[in-house]
């Protein structure tokens, strides 16, 4: 028998949409009153835009839901029908949002400060819109559409796209608002890196080593982090091997490598970066 999936509470519907709501306001604030007075912009389609709005006598906002609108529709039966409901929801905010806030004069004159604060402020504010299950720039939509038919990679699509954008904002506003606004982009994008993912830094390593059962012991009681043991084979021998897998801080790596080298020094070690970690006692470990 289907186990029945449960459906999302009327409590997280709402939080989530107040969520949402947050962040197509802070991306409104940092436009209007960061970005466009210092005639920078962003990537996607949030710096054509904003291109178009220096261009033609339509509103940024009245723009963002036009253009964003066939990328959504097209990419509908890809996204689903609750990531496409809450783009909806987070465009039309953020165009309601910067209608009475266009007025305002901007918060800062120096290009330098506009680029730092607008683009944190538009990169936590993007970044609260996607972990609540929704999105204001379609490019990557369009990405995962064409890339099927295409030999690039979603992130490749869109650097491409992003390269045509700045090119076209160097002769509409300037070379060197240009290269405020790749540097504006740079900052957001590592901003919604962290909004998403999270601040914390763990790392998860593969040990492969004969010496697993005092490996083990010894990350357990000196590191405080619970292991798991994973049944692998040799490659070249077929012999049977017991391999180590945890997730540890970023500050527990050279601990972890001193522990490793006194035990094993000959044992095979592969670390690499996590996004996020969820459930157990990782949070718990004391050292």
């Known amino acids: 028998m289907v186990k029945e999936h449960k459906k999302e509470t009327f409590k997280h519907l709402v939080m989530r949409f107040l969520l949402i709501l947050l962040g197509a306001t802070m991306a409104a604030v940092s436009i209007e009153l960061f970005l466009v007075p210092n005639s ?9 835009s904003l291109i178009l709005d220096y261009l033609t006598p ?43 806030l266009h007025p305002i004069p901007g918060v800062v004159d120096d290009p330098l400060l506009a680029t730092v604060f607008g683009g944190l402020i538009l990169g936590a504010g993007v970044g609260l819109v996607i972990r609540n299950g929704g999105a204001l720039d379609g490019t990557e939509i369009l ?14 699509f869109v650097m491409f796209v992003n390269i045509f954008i700045f090119l076209w ?39 492969v080593s004969d010496e697993f059962i005092e490996l083990g012991a010894a990350i357990n009681s000196r590191l405080g982090r619970s292991v798991t043991k994973l049944h692998g084979k040799g490659g ?6 017991d391999v180590i897998y945890v997730v540890v801080t970023r500050l527990e790596i050279s601990k972890l490598k001193h522990i490793v080298a006194d035990i094993d020094p000959k044992a ?15 949070k718990a470990a004391i050292h």
């Not at 990537?43 to 054509?48: E, K, N, S, T």
């Not at 097209?74 to 809450?86: A, D, E, L, T, W």
């Not at 909806?88 to 309601?96: R, Y």
């Not at 095979?268 to 990782?282: K, W």
């Open 143 to 156: 990405g995962i559409l064409l890339t099927r038919k295409l030999p690039f990679s979603v992130g490749e």
């Open 169 to 207: 904002a160097g002769f509409v506003l300037g070379w060197e608002h240009a290269m405020y606004s790749i540097l504006t982009y740079y900052i957001a994008s590592k901003t919604i890196d962290i909004v998403i993912q999270g601040l914390d830094d763990t790392k998860a390593v593969i040990i």
């Open 236 to 241: 070249y021998e077929e012999s049977a091997k």
């Open 40 to 48: 920078i912009i962003d990537g996607g389609i949030i710096g054509i």
């Open 58 to 100: 339509i509103p940024f906002g009245i723009l963002m839901v036009v253009v964003n609108l066939p990328f959504l529709f097209f990419g509908y039966k890809h996204i689903g029908k609750n990531f496409f409901i809450s783009s909806i929801f987070a465009i039309v905010a953020l165009a309601i949002i910067e209608f009475p």
């Open 268 to 282: 095979f070690v592969t670390i690499m970066d996590t996004q996020e970690v969820h459930g157990g006692t990782f």
